[in-house]
């Protein structure tokens, strides 16, 4: 039951965010419409732009990131 339930932390070194970055920098915004398909293609776009640009951000810093699945 949740009594005995503890969420999860985890930390993403900043190594794995310029690695994502760098990935992400790769992904072709026409291509992910496309594939995605005429009725979620400009939403996964609109998305996933600006995304792309704040994880770039977050590399350019040496960010890395803490997370907690609950």
Do not use: H, M, N
Not at 28 to 46: P, R
Not at 57 to 67: I, K, Q, T, V
């Amino acid at each position: 039951g949740y009594a005995t339930w503890k969420p999860y932390y985890g930390i993403v070194p900043p190594e794995y965010v310029r690695l994502a970055a760098d990935d992400y920098a790769r992904v072709d915004l026409a291509e992910l419409e496309e594939t995605c398909g005429e009725a979620d293609g400009s939403y996964c776009s609109s998305l996933f732009g600006p995304f792309r640009e704040a994880i770039q951000r977050f590399a350019d810093d040496g960010a890395g990131f803490f997370y907690s699945i609950r």
